[in-house]
C-alpha cells in the first residue's frame, strides 16, 4: 500500500520556524517528482514548492520564496521543507505529494499520490 505520511506541523508564532516531513512508503518515490500543496479554510489547495527526482529543480510559489525550503532525501524516501520567517497568511493544512514523472509541476492535477494533511497555524 502506498502511503505518503506528513508530520511536523503545529502552532507557531509569526515569525517562528517549522520542518514538515513526508515520510512515503510502499514503492520507492525516488525517480519521481514531489511537492507540496497547502489549503487554507474557505480557499482552494495551492502549490507551495516543489523538486525533481533529484532535487537538482525546484520551484516555489512567490509567495514563500526565500523563506521556504524543499528538500529530499531519496534514501530514507523522504521529502521535507523547511519553514521560517512564518507569517499569520501561512495557515493551512499542508499536503505532500507525490507525481509520476521526473519533472515537477504546480499544477495539483499533475500528482498522483497524496497524503492526509499537517495543520501548520501561525498566531499573530
Known amino acids: 500500500q502506498v502511503k505518503l505520511v506528513e508530520s511536523g506541523g503545529g502552532l507557531v508564532q509569526a515569525g517562528g520556524s517549522l520542518r514538515l516531513v513526508c515520510a512515503a512508503s510502499g514503492r520507492t518515490f525516488s525517480n519521481v517528482a514531489m511537492g507540496w500543496f497547502r489549503q487554507a479554510p474557505g480557499k482552494e489547495r495551492e502549490f507551495v514548492a516543489a523538486?525533481?527526482?533529484?532535487?537538482?529543480?525546484?520551484g516555489y510559489a512567490d509567495s514563500v520564496k526565500g523563506r521556504f525550503t524543499i528538500s529530499r532525501d531519496n534514501a530514507k524516501n523522504t521529502l521535507y521543507l523547511q519553514m521560517i520567517s512564518l507569517k499569520p497568511e501561512d495557515t493551512a493544512v499542508y499536503y505532500c505529494a507525490a507525481s509520476s514523472t521526473t519533472s515537477y509541476s504546480r499544477k495539483y492535477a499533475d500528482y498522483d499520490y497524496w497524503g492526509q494533511g499537517t495543520q501548520v497555524t501561525v498566531s499573530s
Open positions: 523538486l525533481s527526482w533529484s532535487g537538482g529543480s525546484t
